[in-house]
């Protein structure tokens, strides 16, 4: 990597940080403020992100790009409205920084405050959409943290125009306009660069394919909040009721199936599979969705296909599911922690004892009883506003919302005392 | 790196992740019963441990390691006593296992519970200090993980006999033996292997010193907690009590200068600089303090020697203090934002506002007003335990008691839900 580039990422992380310090400080009406004015600007130059968007596109039918990425990659008017109405809904959302999560009195009279505050200066790294751009600016922004943009090189000239309104509407507000910088997008080598300031840089969020996101952990020295794939399982117990779980699995598979916590693989009790696989097949198929299975399922119906090694840990995003038939709750537990990415299962059952059983062991970031899976998202839940679904363990976990860009310090008040 | 280590490395794991999902599932009597069963076998086979650790002192003794680090590793029927009472004391704490974070009814009746849950397997790397196995042991088996433990291999003997004095005592209780496991102390590669996996092992917390976290975190494509060191600062305001100012930062630098809380710069306001540094610089000197400072300092202090650029960033970790003199509270606040370690940093003053900014600015995981910086430490928090003080922003800051071993999932329960 040359020296240069290195040196230009490291400036870019540097004037970041010195923006962090002002904005960790700001009220929460100065923050609300800089975003109404972000979302204004967008609107008023919007036939200048529109123009750029152009060149974007231009340049994907070019080199010929799917059709699906093209479509991801395309702004319109529509878009552009829903980029502004997200900032707007995220200036509305309540301020996480200031809260107090703990107070302490200890013997001696300190009094312990554990107080939520912003994380620093986050990096957030992410492929074609460049709406993205906007949300993540604002999510960052009101949690008092400082971002650097990295965009994939085929949103290259939109997400340049994004930033650009952003920061000339910056220039009119409390937040200093340095708070947001981008990483130029056609230089896959200043990720490299980005990766490793570790001293300047406090977390980084990939936001993308699985390609990506290893990518990113495996190259950063910076703490990384990874979002794998959601490969979500509903098990329909012996003791379920078939109608409900044949609405909630129709439901999770078919109504939205590009999406993370879509239904990938469904598992059957024995004891019901000939029951409910008849009518419930039947629906999928004429749905459109490619069915596959174990020996067993295709014995209950010709339409299913063998399902290979692979498709039982495969995230398809796609109207494809496998089916299995197992023997037991145990076997469903059994499978699911094997062979899932801990993002998303659900239960369906009568039996409070199975659901209990099913909460405990599922080692999954959400675990359902009688719903769809479809529920996961930062919305659904009530948080307002998603950075993403994380499927790790430490910082955050499952939908992440404002609070997950946040963190602690511990103020600690006294009146001379010392240790003994 | 042999292909047999790595396979080797990856077996261990495997056993560990199988018994963690035994270990969730425990009741806090099952893990209360296992912890105090160590404890009683520690003492049982004291001869034995001492034996294995009279090994280890032989060949410190052979290979000349420093003096400091021979006392580190040796073990008597005191210290072997203390493992065990840190295994009774681990016992007696609150489980934090199963505790409902969060409850939400969402309008469509959905729900939704946080619940926190255990991690799942921790790696644990440390030096030296044999004693620091049982700690880990009672810490993650009390919060439901598994463990990985890897010494040094200074304490290869030591540590190697108190993993199987441990390793035998759950054989007679509800936690599987296999949820402790430890990795061959003399091979450094293992640590390489061990890092590496990810689909394995949730969290890596490396303790000791710079070197070993700076590896581990540059090497681990897991999650790490980082122990940095504490350059911990006191500010003496011109608004102080200068008598309990006195008081604060003798304690904070003499105490217990060893430790990663103890002070090791100390800044005063210019104001007061000449009636506060006449006393309080005797007083060090009288205790054995070696005194470094910037010019002014030295004007007022013959016995001040000039500090280095150096100095300003060191953890001394010994009877070493740097002094400067600075003009305002802001450029107290912009040395340690800049100089510091995010660790611990105080202001000594009688003024409301200097504490409310000097609290707001700090950007470090504890920031005190009026008392020494010695209490940031997991047992004067009132956490009971520690698992170390985390100078990282991500997951766990500050303190970090047995909260910082368990991370949450959600619960959803519904009653047929499915996505408009």
Request: proline content about 3%; glycine content about 6%.
């Amino acid at each position: 990597m040359s020296a240069k580039l290195k040196d230009r990422v490291r400036k870019i992380a540097e004037k970041a940080k010195a923006a962090s310090s002002v904005l960790a400080q700001l009220s929460v009406s100065d923050k609300n403020n800089a975003l109404l004015a972000i979302a204004g600007a967008i609107l008023t130059h919007q036939d200048a992100i529109i123009k750029a968007n152009n060149k974007d596109l231009a340049q994907a039918k070019k080199e010929k790009y799917p059709a699906a990425l093209v479509d991801r990659l395309a702004l319109d008017e529509k878009r552009i409205i829903a980029m502004a109405e997200g900032l707007k809904d995220t200036a509305a959302l309540r301020d996480p920084i200031g809260e107090i999560l703990d107070t302490t009195e200890r013997p001696n009279g300190l009094l312990i405050k554990k107080i939520r505050v912003p994380i620093g200066v986050v990096a957030i790294i992410f492929e074609s959409r460049p709406n993205v751009t906007a949300d993540c600016i604002a999510l960052c922004l009101k949690s008092g943290n400082a971002v650097i943009l990295k965009g994939g090189k085929e949103a290259a000239y939109s997400n340049d125009a994004i930033f650009k309104v952003c920061r000339k509407a910056l220039k009119d507000t409390a937040i200093p306009a340095e708070a947001v910088q981008m990483v130029p997008s056609k230089d896959r080598k200043a990720v490299d660069a980005l990766l490793k300031l570790d001293d300047l840089v406090d977390l980084v969020i990939p936001r993308g394919g699985e390609g990506l996101i290893r990518f990113v952990a495996e190259n950063s020295s910076i703490p990384v909040i990874k979002h794998f794939k959601g490969v979500c399982h509903i098990y329909v117990s012996d003791q379920a009721d078939l109608a409900m779980a044949e609405e909630v699995c129709f439901n999770a598979k078919v109504q939205r199936p590009g999406t993370c916590n879509a239904m990938e693989k469904m598992l059957v009790h024995k004891d019901v599979a000939d029951k409910f696989l008849r009518s419930m097949l039947h629906r999928f198929t004429d749905a459109g969705v490619e069915l596959r299975g174990d020996a067993k399922t295709r014995q209950i119906s010709k339409k299913v296909k063998p399902a290979s090694k692979e498709d039982w840990t495969t995230e398809y995003l796609d109207l494809i599911l496998t089916v299995k038939i197992v023997g037991s709750l145990d076997e469903a537990i059994g499978h699911i922690n094997t062979f899932g990415s801990h993002h998303s299962d659900a239960i369906i059952t009568k039996s409070e004892e199975e659901i209990e059983k099913f909460f405990k062991s599922i080692d999954s970031a959400c675990v359902y009883s009688n719903a769809s899976t479809r529920f996961t998202d930062g919305y659904e839940f009530g948080f307002g506003a998603e950075v993403g679904i994380s499927t790790d363990k430490i910082h955050a976990r499952g939908p992440m919302g404002l609070e997950g860009l946040t963190t602690y310090k511990y103020i600690v008040s006294g009146n001379g005392q010392i240790r003994q």
